[in-house]
């Protein structure tokens, strides 16, 4: 393979996946149209136009190896900037999270990676699988990225973090909003979710092992997990689902600015979180339905989860599950419950 090859045909997540030796040393080269293009690893990339417009943006997918539409919709986006159809405006980093994950189509393959960010990769029994290994890499990734925008002066950090879920839900598109530590949650942001068919937005409470926390945390970043809709198959994504989060990362990427429509509370569903189910016995069980969609809502007092010693029952009006997964490990997150706010426009 060559730089020209790569750049004619843009298979930068293909090679990454079949070659990945072709990117053990970091490489940089430019494109037709100025921009500099950076390759720090497998599924590590990013972009800077001649004169960047001041944002650096981050957009992370396949951190789960078997959500793949996000890896579609940024596959598509690399393609479009290395063959030179689509020019960058801004600084823009793409990175695809678990490759080996991808190959075998699984959710990981020896650990959850959305739990090791923050550093959570190098506590515990430390950097003992790929998927840790990986996890700081990302992190290291865009500490990098963001530094050198630092030195370039530009003044605007994002991260997207693209997930689908592994259910279907009421709301098919939604994103959590890292905890900011009593910093106002911005509504324009969610006004740039709106633009990507996400009227969904769960606030949450503390801090965690994601991705987008670490973003946001470490780097005042405006950063989310966005989930964009129900886990299927490579080349089996309705991409008709898509095109609005298409279209505005393109237009984010591509535009000095984005022009959105003002914040209208009555466009979204806004979470926050009740409760906080964690597995820690091997005989946890859910009370409902495998296929029962996020933010389905039960009666105040139903039983939402068993385990011996411990009973979980909905506490308020409104009271809805998310990501419920009762085979996670013992000790992590098998449920959320979220009831229904409102934030103040700022
Ligand atoms: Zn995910």
């Known amino acids: 393979m060559s730089k020209q090859q790569l750049i004619d045909q843009g298979q930068f997540l293909h090679l990454s996946r079949t070659q990945p030796k072709l990117f053990s040393q970091p490489q940089t080269f430019e494109l037709k149209n100025g921009t500099q293009v950076v390759i720090s690893a497998p599924g590590i990339i990013s972009f800077t136009p001649p004169q960047p417009k001041g944002k650096d943006i981050v957009l992370s997918c396949g951190v789960h190896g078997n959500e793949t539409a996000p890896i579609e919709i940024c596959d598509d986006l690399v393609v479009a900037l290395l063959t030179g159809k689509l020019s960058a405006s801004h600084r823009v980093l793409f990175l695809f999270g678990n490759l080996p994950a991808m190959d075998i ?8 990676m959305n739990r090791l ?33 630092d030195e370039l002066e530009q ?48 606030l949450s409470n503390s801090p965690t092992t994601t991705f987008s926390y670490f973003s946001s945390n470490e780097f005042d970043a405006d950063a989310f997990t966005v989930e964009l809709g129900k886990v299927r198959p490579f080349g089996e994504n309705d991409m008709s689902r898509f095109l609005q989060v298409r279209e505005t990362l393109t237009a984010l990427i591509a535009e000095p600015e984005l022009t959105l429509p003002e914040y209208n509370e009555a466009d979204f569903h806004i979470f926050t979180i009740n409760q906080v189910i964690n597995r820690t016995k091997e005989d946890f069980r859910l ?28 506490e ?12 996670v490990a013992l000790g992590q997150r098998a449920l959320l419950t979220v009831v229904p706010t409102l934030i103040s426009a700022g």
């Open 117 to 149: 960010f923050s550093g959570a990769h190098s506590k515990g029994p430390g950097l003992v699988n790929d998927e840790r290994k990986r996890a700081k890499a990302l992190e290291d990734a865009i500490r990098h990225f963001y530094a050198e925008g």
């Open 287 to 314: 009370n409902f339905d495998d296929d029962t969609p996020n933010f389905t809502d039960f009666p105040v007092g139903y039983v939402l989860a068993e385990e011996p010693g411990a009973v979980y029952k909905v």
């Open 105 to 112: 189509g699984e959710r990981f393959v020896e650990e959850n």
């Open 155 to 202: 003044n605007y950090r994002c991260h997207y973090d693209l997930h689908t879920a592994i259910r279907a839900s009421k709301n098919e598109k939604f994103a959590v909003y890292p905890y900011r530590h009593g910093k106002p949650w911005k509504t324009g942001q969610l006004c740039f979710l709106l633009a990507c068919g996400v009227n969904t937005i769960l």
């Open 316 to 327: 308020q009006q409104g009271e809805a599950i998310v990501f419920p997964n009762a085979k």
